[in-house]
């Protein structure tokens, strides 16, 4: 029962340590935090810079109205903003 399963997780456990496993899913997921974390705050920034912009509004109305795609705009405000 609840014996067996914990000695089964303890030897899984044992078996991925030793294998380097669980280190690596660690790294793995906090770089994964890191990136989710960054990610939020520069769509947050941006949201915030773009919100009033009225050429970003324009650019909006055109992919809405299928005369520019998603992606093209979306190229479009990032040269902006690196420029």
Known sequence: GVEELLEQ??????FIEAEGT???RRGRNLRNEV???CAARLRRDLERRLQDDPSF???LDEVVARRLDPASAA???L???DG
């Open 9 to 14: 997780l303890t030897a899984h456990r044992e």
């Open 22 to 24: 669980l280190s690596e």
């Open 35 to 37: 990136l989710s974390i």
């Open 57 to 59: 509004a324009g650019l």
């Open 75 to 77: 190229t479009r405000i």
């Open 79 to 81: 040269g902006e903003l």
